[in-house]
């Protein structure tokens, strides 16, 4: 038989996507906003994106011949995206706890949540804010907290010199300051 006529495997489209690691015996921390996103989002594919790519695949389903059907094929592949991350938004929720870093607001020590400024060796000033691993985001100077410079900076004070181990070797950095987001007024 030509191989022009075997079906390819959709093993590729199948494979789980790896939840990024978390240390050993660590916990899946989030923030209350982050963990409100992500379950938005999860919503949104279950009530609303789903059901649309189904409707979708149904019609091209009705037309004949699935083969060369691309509104088929599309809406098949479609849903096999779909329900892979409605799969790993369930996983990543089950495994949240949520933490509210405005817990911590007024400390000026380094804990979850917390948004740092801090000067490395070469002078240069940094400000970054330590969240979940599921929202961190580094264009917005969000960093999860299993980083090296994360995990370097927990626990420090301001005013405190730590060591950061870098693949160019061993850098100091110097805390300046830590901000907490203040609590919500209730």
Known sequence: MSKAFTRESDAADDDELQLPSLPAGGKNYITPQGYARLRAEL???IDN???KVVDIVHWAASNGDR???GDYLYGKKRLREIDRRIRFLTKRLEIAEVTDP???HGSDQVFFGATVTYVDQAGVERTITILGIDEADSLQG???WVSPIA???LKAREGDVVK???PLGVDEVEVLAVRYPAPAAN
Request: net charge negative.
């Open 49 to 51: 994106e789903r059901p």
């Open 43 to 45: 919503l949104d594919l």
């Open 67 to 69: 083969s060369e059907n």
């Open 142 to 144: 969000q960093v999860s």
């Open 151 to 153: 995990r370097t900076l």
């Open 102 to 104: 405005s817990a911590h």
């Open 164 to 166: 950061l181990v870098t």
